[in-house]
């Protein structure tokens, strides 16, 4: 259930309060139109957001896991 919560948040808002979807897509379009390959660009961008909301929906998974193991 906080996982599920967590994962929101962080496709909702900033992620990691640093890097905000509306930069990285900016930052890939901007190297998309200097070299002239949008589709890379943009399907990296969003290999990056993919990867980091995997890694932290593990982490996550961990310590719910360790969590209940507690109580």
Known sequence: MLVNE???VIKGTALLSVITVVDVLRT???IAAESLRPFE???GAA???VV???LLNA???LIER???LRT
Request: hydrophobic residues 60%; charged residues 5%.
């Open 66 to 68: 360790n969590v209940a």
């Open 59 to 61: 982490c996550a998974r």
């Open 41 to 43: 660009t943009l399907l």
């Open 47 to 49: 290999f990056m957001f």
């Open 6 to 8: 967590a994962s929101i």
């Open 28 to 30: 890939a379009q901007q």
């Open 52 to 54: 980091v909301n995997l």
